[in-house]
């Protein structure tokens, strides 16, 4: 069984830094892309930022330039350093990864880490 374990979550100041990894287990050939999506109470989920297996990167408008997202494809692991953290950003952060095994395609999505950013 594939699985996602985020870590990294927790409280911080306004203004402060916080990085999360997601790290895969389990059983599959490759990894295509990572991704980390948050769920603000009350509101929808979002992607926040994507990685490609080969690098390329994607962010919502509302994190760019203060969050980055890199991945080491040897320990299939993927990171979201948060930079400049402001209340709003305040969510359930989320890890998805696209699998492929011997027979199947498939996305697996983490149980999600709480991040609080308050004074």
């Known amino acids: 069984q594939v699985q996602l374990v985020e870590s990294g979550g927790g409280l911080v100041q306004p203004g402060g830094s916080l990085r999360l990894s997601c790290a895969a287990s389990?059983?599959?050939?490759?990894?295509?892309?990572m991704g980390w999506y948050r769920q603000a109470p009350g509101k929808q989920r979002e992607l926040v930022a994507a990685i490609t297996r080969g690098g390329s990167t994607n962010f919502t408008d509302s994190v760019k330039g203060r969050f980055t997202i890199s991945r080491d494809n040897a320990k299939n692991t993927v990171y979201l350093q948060m930079n400049s953290l402001k209340p709003e950003d305040t969510a359930v952060y989320c890890c998805?990864?696209?699998?492929?095994?011997?027979?199947?395609?498939?996305?697996?999505w983490g149980q999600g880490t709480q991040v609080t950013v308050s004074s």
């Open positions: 389990g059983t599959f050939l490759s990894i295509y892309t």
């Open positions: 998805n990864a696209e699998f492929t095994s011997a027979t199947a395609q498939f996305n697996v």
